[in-house]
């Protein structure tokens, strides 16, 4: 019976580093990026992972690369672990979101879960196909202690519908961050956005479209 998940953002890409919003763009791992798995990929054995899902976009594909090989197991990709498809935003900082489409911007403020991105998603959606792909995982029963490399929105989308109470969008996921759930009856934080395993190297993270 699955006991602990591990959800593990990817690491850098270029557009992580200039604000651009990726959505579901085939935007590779920088150099740093592949440094912050390279370090994840030290620790990954002394977690105990039995099976390792992730995102199929080229990002979480790459991240997941890196961590397998020292797993020594192929991770499972399934594209309801991707981001946000955030359509007609895709490859827009978040200021140019706000100036050059600002009534679905409000629209957005207005309704945060429910908002479709033009030729995109809800959040509402993507907790839907989230949870599906999450509950199947467990259906599957691979171990203990299992990972799953996905996205900010995914991983706010699946805690909020987890974890009692939580407010997932206060909850930072930095990139090459872990955050750690565990269940007895009901599923619990463990530990969120942990980058101790970086060793100093430099992380990042960004608010969701609906932040302010």
Not at 11 to 36: C, H, K
Not at 71 to 97: C, H, K, M
Not at 166 to 192: F, G, K, P
Request: hydrophobic share 40%; charged share 25%.
């Amino acid at each position: 019976m699955v006991k602990r998940v591990i959800f593990i953002r990817p690491g850098e890409t270029d557009w992580n580093r200039l604000g651009r919003w990726q959505g579901w763009v085939a935007v590779p791992l920088n150099d740093l990026g592949r440094r912050q798995a390279r370090k994840l990929a030290q620790f990954i054995r002394n977690i105990g992972l039995s099976a390792l899902y992730s995102s199929d976009l080229r990002r979480a594909v790459e991240t997941a690369e890196i961590l397998s090989e020292q797993l020594g197991f192929a991770p499972v990709y399934d594209s309801r672990l991707r981001e946000r498809n955030i359509g007609a935003w895709q490859g827009l900082t978040l200021d140019e979101i706000r100036a050059w489409y600002p009534d679905d911007y409000a629209r957005l403020l207005e309704s945060p879960d429910d908002f479709e991105v033009p030729g995109g998603e809800s959040f509402l959606q993507v907790q839907q196909r989230a949870m599906e792909t999450f509950d199947e995982i467990l259906a599957q029963d691979r171990g203990v202690t299992i990972g799953i490399i996905s996205h900010t929105t995914a991983i706010h989308a699946l805690l909020n519908e987890l974890i009692a109470g939580c407010c997932a969008n206060e909850v930072a996921v930095s990139n090459m961050s872990v955050t750690t759930i565990a269940r007895d009856d009901e599923w619990r934080l463990v530990a969120v956005d942990d980058v101790s395993h970086l060793e100093g190297l430099e992380t990042q993270h960004y608010p969701e479209l609906e932040d302010n």
